[in-house]
């Protein structure tokens, strides 16, 4: 009786530690949402959710200028990362109440620079080279439409997320994006 106790007492134990592992592991979605508040995008076929930790990032290639610190619960100013011919302009924060280095901080938004070769994905599958009509069909009218003489901005503003997207004039087609978490987003993330 008593060894029949301690092997289901075992067993528990070890089914436990199992899902306590597989609940402390970060693991994303194999699928993009269509709403933009999900915080979700597509790099280079990999969907990730904002804040990603730069690590996830560095696992797959990608490295660059992170020998600063940030303050505690701070955030960055642009910071270019590459991979290879790729590159993106991104947002590092902080989620603790001590200073941190960038490689071991999360990112909080990005920017695809004009040229770089960076696949990226938004929600809605908004990619550079998505005409003009399919983001408003897909994420309605923005919040704001700037425009010069050779591009209009869109500007979506949600609850957690901003989202802008230039749009060559020409062409119609998105040449470039720029997706971020709102303060809000980040000082839930840090709770």
């Not at 560095?58 to 790729?86: C, E, L, T």
């Not at 991104?90 to 004009?114: A, C, K, R």
């Not at 901003?162 to 000082?187: C, G, H, Q, W, Y």
Request: glycine letters at 8%; aromatic letters at 10%.
């Amino acid at each position: 009786m008593k060894r029949t106790f301690y092997i289901c007492l075992i067993i528990l134990c070890i089914a436990v530690l199992s899902l306590s592992i597989t609940a402390c592991n970060r693991t994303e979605p194999s699928e993009l949402s269509d709403d933009l508040d999900s915080l979700m995008f597509s790099l280079n076929g990999v969907v990730h959710t904002l804040p990603v930790p730069f690590s996830e990032l560095m696992d797959k290639g990608w490295g660059g200028f992170y020998g600063h610190v940030i303050a505690p619960y701070g955030r960055s100013a642009n910071v270019g990362i590459r991979n290879g011919n790729q590159v993106l302009t991104v947002h590092f924060t902080n989620l603790t109440g001590n200073e941190m280095p960038l490689n071991e901080s999360y990112i909080d938004g990005f920017f695809i620079p004009y040229g770089s070769e960076a696949q990226v994905t938004l929600p809605g599958d908004i990619t550079r080279g998505t005409p003009y009509d399919e983001v408003i069909a897909t994420h309605g009218e923005p919040n704001g439409r700037p425009e010069d003489n050779e591009t209009v901005l869109l500007r979506y503003y949600r609850d957690y997320v901003r989202a802008f997207m230039r749009v060559n004039t020409e062409t119609n087609l998105v040449i470039s994006m720029n997706f971020s978490m709102t303060d809000v987003a980040v000082a839930r993330a840090g709770r």
